[in-house]
């Protein structure tokens, strides 16, 4: 199976002097289609910072990073944007919806950003909303939508017009335990469609829910593992992924 | 992979529209204060334009809509017939109008009499009537108001004019000169020592051309239409009002920018492009933009509609309330719409180019290094001052568009040094206490948001200084003016020369009488009478009253300085002069230099003469007592007092029915009242600049504190967990608010003065005495109510503050 991100050797410094911070260093990975990869660290570690940096909002300061093939050193700022709303969906802790749009507008607003018509574009956002099991949420402004509503609704218009790549930074973080067992069984089922998702988190418990996890310390990748069988695990009676 | 900028730029277009004008839905509160300062800049441009354009002293507003003129003497048939003729050759088509002058007891000055045809060629649109009909035979007079007062007359009275009884059938008006005073007689009526004007409809090659060839010899005038003072005062109130309209803005949009940062952080995350995030501030732009500009054209529009009949007053002509500068109305909307657009492009710009993650995590940008500006700051402050000097603002030959360009240059200039200002403000926090350092480091540190907000303040404060300094220096050019607002010379008028009329020793006792009810009747007090010092007679001259005059040159020729009144011990008093502290020696007491008596009923003629003055505070006022010849004087040259006239002060300025009131009795005592005839519009212009640039600046400050405070949530709410003081919160927006306004008074000072004294460079002498009053007022006063406004801004905790996010 072909990596849908790779990164080779990445490191990421930021500040210079006595302010410099070597936030990630001589990073390797890469996270193949159906894969969910759960990052763990302390807090400083990287993780947020291999997130941004995979996902094309910062550069690398050294390394290669590749996404679906195309690696990101040689694009265009334009082309970034575009790779964002084509190909990566980002879900963040908080902040996610923009408030004078309406759920299924949020969802909609990637593929309309790309050219989609407003009618297809929101028929597609309609369809990732079910998905979700949030149609009857669809024209509710977000203000008026529970955290955990919110959240779906912002996995929702990460996944919109089938994009293969999901990069969730403590996604769950905002939520209580049900909504965010909720949240990883959602991420579970998407790359269950053939997408990768990246998964930053604190929480060992909602790691188990991945197919490997990544530990992180001062910017370096310390250990891979999969992780012990979960609740996922039990719950779809399959056998537990391998070590 | 095709081109997606093309086939996407429709669906996301209307997609970021709709999120646009949601935000500005939900928002719009948050941007009253915007629209209402953009609608206020709009409405004030749209009035002093209009009020500018047509307000000012229009050019040939006693004689129509001429070309040129020119005077001919009517003493001789056959010359007039000559010149006519010539006329016609060189010129064609001709109006004349033949007039005489004479005066009004009651009424100082000359009143003319014209035989002037309403439906003349030229003259038309210099003549409307009130009430009843023109003259159009022999014996009919058509009168102004100010006549008709004079006379109390009216439509059907009798009136003596020129030694001759007229029935009054009108009353009319020059509406392009409402203080044109003259009576109007059919246009066929002969009159008594009258001078023909000859109005023309084409203009000589040269000013003083003689309009035939050997003979016969015309002058002829060419009459300029010179309004180009009023062109450059539109220009520059419509330049300077956009500029502040773009920078006003720009400081809002500014703080929506940042309000939406985090939003347009994540639009950056879905893979929106640059252009997309610029669109949404760029449309809110455009909405207030617009909204502001449609407002403030109807606010203005209607403000000028009501005004009209100040402005009439104050213009002294007839105005058609739609004689609106459409053009240029069109024009100012354009750029204000324009102005708001760009304004909000450069925050637009600012924040689509911060980092995705800075944006998110809603950290502000670095602060640019601020060397670039200040050096731009320099070469455009240089460049302004070369073009206004250039520009020649002061010339009747005066260059619009190098004055926009200075005038741009000079604000450029102030803006760009704006950052430098607010950097500099940080240097001193190290040694305040706590709230001050905190609210000085966090100007700094948002220092674009800062400096935009002090750019726009600058610029506010900017147009009031350079309006209060040009108001002062136009003041004191005008000079203290005839009299004050308070008094009434009454007087028996002057003879056709420089001199004074007196009134006959029978007649002084009764006046005196009756001059003391007219003061008890307007509330003044007691009458102060004014002596003439006459010679004795010799031979057969007439002596003519002892006069104050400059000499000239060393030719022996005197220039008139006015009449030369008795230091009589009520004058003295008056004018509270100790008779004891006046030198044995002294002739004259006078406030001017250089001035001596002069006696023309001398024989020789006087020559080379010198005065023994001394120096007294008396009338600052031209018609006022200026010069005292003192008792001992009188006595030696063997001068006697000869009574001229009155001058009664009244405690408060005297309104228009007390004037009226005093003319009436002095017209029955066959004595003429002098008023101040020097208008105040120039000095309530400086005052009222200064009061509106402090109002907006203050506007200005608390858009910008409202954000300030808004941002420093997180900030009040660690300082609150740490125990601060609410005396500590409320220190640092006070005294955020006061570092802007103290910076902001002192850049727009040196901004206002270098455009003026460019402006001014011919004659700096102009700027001699600044408008100290106003300078302190915005200087003092200005930062101080802004830090009591900030002082009060911050002493509610906003109810959210809880739940903002860190």
């Known amino acids: 199976m072909s990596a849908l991100l790779a990164m080779h050797k990445v490191s990421k410094v930021y500040g210079d002097g006595a302010s410099r911070v070597q936030a990630l260093d001589r990073i390797d990975l890469e996270v193949s289609a159906g894969e969910l990869v759960a990052v763990m660290g302390p807090s400083g570690s990287g993780k947020s910072s291999l997130l941004t940096v995979a996902g094309s909002l910062e550069d690398a300061t050294s390394g290669t990073v590749a996404v679906d093939g195309a690696p990101l050193g040689t694009m265009s700022h334009k082309d970034r944007a575009r790779l964002r709303r084509r190909t990566i969906g980002f879900v963040f802790q908080e902040f996610n919806l923009l408030a004078g749009l309406t759920a299924v507008e949020n969802v909609a607003m990637p593929l309309e950003l790309d050219g989609t018509k407003a009618r297809d574009a929101r028929t597609s956002a309609l369809e990732a909303l079910e998905v979700l099991d949030l149609t009857t949420r669809a024209d509710a402004f977000p203000d008026d939508l529970s955290g955990g509503e919110r959240q779906r609704v912002a996995i929702a218009r990460a996944i919109v017009g089938d994009r293969r790549l999901l990069l969730a930074d403590e996604p769950t973080g905002a939520l209580d335990t049900v909504n965010g067992e909720g949240v990883l069984r959602l991420l579970r089922k998407i790359t269950r469609r053939g997408a990768a998702a990246i998964l930053v988190t604190h929480d060992a418990q909602l790691a188990s829910w991945a197919d490997r996890v990544v530990f992180l310390r001062d910017g370096r990748i310390i250990d891979e593992t999969a992780p012990a069988p979960g609740p996922e695990t039990l719950l779809a009676g399959a056998p537990s992924p391998p070590r | 992979m095709s081109d997606p ?15 646009a004008w949601r935000l500005f839905r939900r928002e719009w509160r948050q941007q009253l204060l915007t629209l209402t300062l953009l609608t206020i800049a709009v409405a004030g441009t749209v009035w002093t334009s209009t009020v500018a354009v047509n307000g000012g002293s229009k050019a040939r507003s006693t004689l129509g809509d001429a070309k040129a003129m020119a005077r001919i003497d009517p003493q001789d048939p056959s010359a007039v017939k000559s010149q006519l003729a010539a006329i016609t050759a060189r010129f064609g088509a001709y109006e004349v109008v033949p007039h005489t002058s004479t005066t009004l007891a009651g009424l100082a000055g000359a009143v003319d009499l014209r035989a002037q045809d309403p439906n003349g060629v030229y003259s038309h649109s210099t003549l409307a009537l ?15 108001s100010s006549i008709a007062d004079a006379l109390d007359a009216h439509v059907g009275s009798q009136v003596v004019l020129v030694q001759t009884s007229w029935t009054v059938v009108g009353l009319v008006e020059n509406p392009r000169n409402l203080d044109d005073r003259f009576a109007l007689v059919a246009p066929s009526t002969p009159l008594p020592n009258e001078t023909l004007i000859v109005l023309l409809g084409a203009v000589p090659q040269a000013r003083g051309t003689p309009a035939g060839g050997a003979s016969p010899q015309i002058d002829v005038v060419s009459l300029g239409d010179d309004n180009s003072g009023v062109i450059v005062l539109v220009i520059a109130a419509v330049t300077a009002s956009m500029a502040l309209v773009g920078l006003v803005a720009a400081s809002g949009f500014l703080v929506v920018a940042q309000r939406r940062q985090r939003q347009l952080g994540l639009m950056a995350a879905l893979g929106a492009t640059d252009r997309q995030l610029r669109m949404p501030l760029v449309v809110t732009g455009a909405l207030v933009g617009l909204a502001s500009a449609a407002i403030g054209t109807v606010v203005g529009l209607l403000a000028w509609f009501i005004t009209v009949p100040t402005v009439e007053r104050a213009s002294a002509h007839r105005i058609d309330r739609l004689d609106v500068p459409w053009e240029l109305l069109a024009l100012g909307i354009v750029l204000a719409i324009i102005a708001a657009v760009t304004a909000a492009w450069w925050p637009a710009r600012t924040v689509a180019r911060i980092p995705v993650m800075s944006a998110l995590s809603q950290r502000p940008s670095p602060p640019l290094a601020v060397h670039r500006s200040a050096a731009l700051a320099a070469i455009a402050l240089a460049g302004g001052v070369v073009a206004i000097a250039q520009a020649k603002p002061g010339n009747t030959a005066v260059k619009p568009w190098l004055m926009i360009i200075g005038l741009l240059a000079v604000i450029a200039g102030t803006v760009l040094i704006a950052p430098s200002a607010i950097r500099l403000l940080a240097v001193p926090a190290r040694r305040l206490p706590f709230g001050a350092r905190l609210a000085l480091r966090d100007l700094a540190r948002f220092q674009a948001r800062a400096a935009a907000a002090l750019a726009a303040i600058t610029l506010a404060l900017a147009i009031a200084v350079a309006t209060a300094v040009v108001a002062k220096a136009s003041v004191d050019e005008q000079g203290p003016g005839n009299l004050s607002d308070r008094q009434l010379l009454v007087s028996a008028g002057t003879t056709n020369g420089p001199f004074a009329k007196t009134i006959t020793p029978t007649d002084v006792a009764s006046l005196d009488t009756a001059m003391t009810s007219l003061a008890q009747a307007i509330g003044a007090a007691s009458p102060v009478p004014l002596d003439l010092a006459e010679p004795s007679a010799t031979g057969t001259r007439v002596p003519e009253p002892v006069m104050v005059a400059t000499p000239v040159d060393h030719g022996g020729g005197f220039q008139d300085g006015g009449p030369a009144y008795v230091a009589t011990p009520t004058v003295l008093a008056h004018y509270g002069i100790d008779p004891s502290t006046i030198r044995p020696e002294t002739d004259l007491l006078t406030n001017q230099s250089g001035v001596v008596l002069l006696d023309v009923s001398a024989r020789p003629p006087p020559g080379t003469v010198t005065t023994p003055a001394q120096h007294a505070e008396l009338s600052p006022y031209g018609d006022g007592p200026r010069a005292l010849i003192t008792a001992s004087a009188m006595q030696r040259h063997g001068w006697t007092e000869v009574r001229a006239g009155w001058l009664i002060e009244s405690s408060r300025p005297l309104t228009h029915a007390q004037v009226s009131a005093a003319r009436r009795a002095a017209d029955a005592a066959g004595l003429v009242v002098d008023t101040r005839d020097t208008k105040d519009r120039v000095a309530t212009l400086g005052r009222t600049a200064t009061i509106v640039g402090a109002v907006l600046a203050l506007a200005i ?99 959210h503050l809880a739940r903002v996010p860190g």
């Not at chain 2, 009130?130 to 102004?144: D, F, H, K, M, N």
């Not at chain 2, 220190?731 to 040196?750: C, E, Q, R, Y």
């Open chain 2, 5 to 19: 900028t093309r086939s996407a730029a429709g669906p996301a277009r209307r997609a970021i529209v709709r999120w």
């Open chain 2, 130 to 144: 009130r009430s009843g009909r023109y003259p159009t035979a022999a014996g009919e007079v058509a009168l102004t």
């Open chain 2, 701 to 799: 400050l608390a858009m910008t504190l409202g954000l300030i405070r808004g941002e420093a949530a997180a900030d009040v709410r660690t300082m609150t967990a740490v125990g601060a003081p609410r005396r500590t919160r409320r220190a640092v927006t006070a005294t955020a608010a006061a570092a802007l306004a103290i910076v902001g008074v002192v850049l727009a000072s040196a901004g206002a003065y270098i455009a003026i004294v460019a402006a001014y460079r011919s004659d700096l002498s102009r700027l001699s005495s600044p408008p100290t009053g106003n300078l302190l007022l915005l200087a003092v006063g200005l930062p101080i109510l802004a830090a009591m406004t900030g002082w009060l801004l911050a002493g509610r905790q906003p109810p």
